[in-house]
T-cell receptor
Framework: GDSVTQMEGPVTLSEEACLTI???????????LFWYVQYPGEGLQLLLK?????DKGSNKGFEATYRKETTSFHLEKGSVQVSDSAVYFC?????????????FGQGTRLTINP | NAGVTQTPKFRVLKTGQSMTLLCAQD?????MYWYRQDPGMGLRLIHY???????AKGEVPDGYNVSRLKKQNFLLGLESAAPSQTSVYFC??????????????FGQGTRLTVV
């Protein structure tokens, strides 16, 4: 079945450092790809998404490009802030009986130190 | 904006007890989902619903039942709780996917411990 593999955590960086969280996927079809973020004590929020090959999703300084040839959707940010500390989930969408099923990676905990 | 609201936020159960988790959304979404989140495993789909009065099994449905009597509510029931059901439960809702994807909105989660 479909699956998502993302970079093992936890990841700890200093403020203003560059961030990359790797994400690769396997899918039988042509999924849409997502990054969700979970701040402490909260539910998941959509950070960005891409629906077709070579699309770039971006939000809050984060970017990710849908690479069909390498089946990847790596999350990047040029300069992280303390407020970016959270757990990040890569996910793909799969259609099941007309409904959208999200398949999640295991999550990567990011801590940014001042 | 309320969005997706889950109750309760925390609960401790003894093995064999039953309980119901309530999810309510005020966005008039057709689709609703229950996920569980376990360390190192991401989120896994338990059950989902594509409309009022309909439910279907997800990836890990055993030990759970659901009902969607009203469009805005999606209930998750544990008839006889087991320690393996200790987890954080998330409800989500979305519009019907148009084309390739629809954003899912998540509740804040329910942390359930079964002792």
């Amino acid at each position: 079945g479909d699956s998502v593999t993302q970079m093992e955590g936890p990841v700890t960086l200093s403020e203003e450092a560059c961030l990359t969280i790797n994400c690769t996927y396997t899918a039988t079809g042509y999924p849409s790809l997502f990054w969700y973020v979970q701040y402490p004590g909260e539910g998941l929020q959509l950070l960005l998404k891409a629906t077709k090959a070579d699309d770039k999703g971006s939000n809050k300084g984060f970017e990710a490009t849908y690479r069909k040839e390498t089946t990847s959707f790596h999350l990047e940010k040029g300069s992280v802030q303390v407020s970016d500390s959270a757990v990040y989930f890569c996910a793909l969408s799969d259609q099941i009986q007309g409904a959208q099923k999200l398949v999640f990676g295991q999550g990567t905990r990011l801590t940014i130190n001042p | 904006n309320a969005g997706v609201t889950q109750t309760p936020k925390f609960r401790v159960l003894k093995t064999g007890q039953s309980m119901t988790l309530l999810c309510a959304q005020d966005m008039n979404h057709e689709y609703m989902y229950w996920y569980r989140q376990d360390p190192g495993m991401g989120l896994r789909l338990i059950h989902y619903s594509v409309g009022e009065g309909t439910t279907a099994k997800g990836e890990v449905p055993d030990g759970y039942n659901v009902s969607r009597l009203k469009k805005q509510n999606f209930l998750l029931g544990l008839e006889s709780a087991a320690p393996s059901q200790t987890s954080v439960y998330f409800c989500a809702s979305s519009t019907a996917p148009r084309g390739r994807s629809a954003e899912a909105f998540f509740g804040q989660g329910t942390r359930l411990t079964v002792v």
